[in-house]
Structures are given as structure tokens and as C-alpha cells.
């Protein structure tokens, strides 16, 4: 009996040490009603001090589909990864991410991508008083 109460413990404590516990900040997007933008502001801010960073960008679709593109800087490139319901969709990587402010609004870009996406990618465009 002690024995197997033993073998139990020491394979959940196995089976726990294996799993992830990283817990990734996230940006939803549920048709513009924006949570967490300050999420993304300090990834943008991480990028730019050249300090790793990593979050989600969560986008709801027409019918519910739940789009999420991981965003993660390793100190030279921001590798991004899209699925969508779980499904992989595509990779490829940036050099940058830019706020540009265009009148009453702010565009987050990533620019200079190469992969399954070539060129610069509009990830959100919020109003400038919702920072």
C-alpha cells in the first residue's frame, strides 16, 4: 500500500514538474472592445529597451473564433506565431513594432516581417484616448 501511495505522489510530481506554468499576459480584441492595452504598451516599451518580452493578442472573429497571435521578443527579433482555435495558422518574424499616432488614432505595427508574412502587419489600430 505504501508503496503505492508512494509511486502515485512521485509520478504527479512529475507530471506537474512538466507542465508550463508560464502564464502569458494577453491583449483581447473582442470587436474593438480593447482589454489590456497597457499590456501591449509595455511590450512595446520591452522591445524598445531590447529587454525579452512576450504576450498574446487575442482577436474575436464574426462567428466567435478566437485568433490569438503570441508575440514573443528575444532580444533581436519579435517571432510571431497566429493560430486560430488552436489550430496553427502561421509563423514569421519582425524587426520592429511601431506606434504610430495618425490624427485621433494609434496604429500598432509590426514592421520589416519575413516568413509566411512579408512586409509590415497592422496588429491594432485603438483611438488615442484609450491609452
Known amino acids: 500500500m ?9 509520478i504527479l510530481f512529475v ?10 499576459e494577453e491583449v483581447v480584441n473582442n470587436h474593438n472592445d480593447i482589454k489590456n492595452l497597457d499590456g501591449l504598451n ?14 498574446n493578442y487575442v482577436q474575436y472573429g464574426t462567428e466567435g473564433q478566437r485568433g490569438v497571435k503570441t508575440l514573443t521578443f528575444d532580444g533581436d527579433k519579435i517571432k510571431v506565431s497566429h ?5 496553427f495558422i502561421e ?13 485621433d488614432v494609434n496604429k500598432y505595427i509590426l514592421s520589416q516581417c519575413t516568413g509566411d508574412f512579408n ?12 491609452k
Open 42 to 55: 509595455k511590450f512595446v516599451e520591452n522591445v524598445n529597451k531590447q529587454n525579452q518580452a512576450e504576450i
Open 83 to 87: 493560430s486560430v482555435d488552436g489550430d
Open 15 to 24: 507530471i506537474t514538474g512538466c507542465q508550463s506554468n508560464k502564464n502569458i
Open 2 to 10: 505504501m508503496r503505492t501511495f508512494i509511486g502515485i505522489t512521485l
Open 119 to 130: 512586409g509590415d502587419f497592422e496588429l491594432l489600430t485603438v483611438p488615442n484616448n484609450l
Open 91 to 103: 509563423e514569421y518574424n519582425c524587426n520592429e513594432i511601431v506606434v504610430k499616432t495618425e490624427k
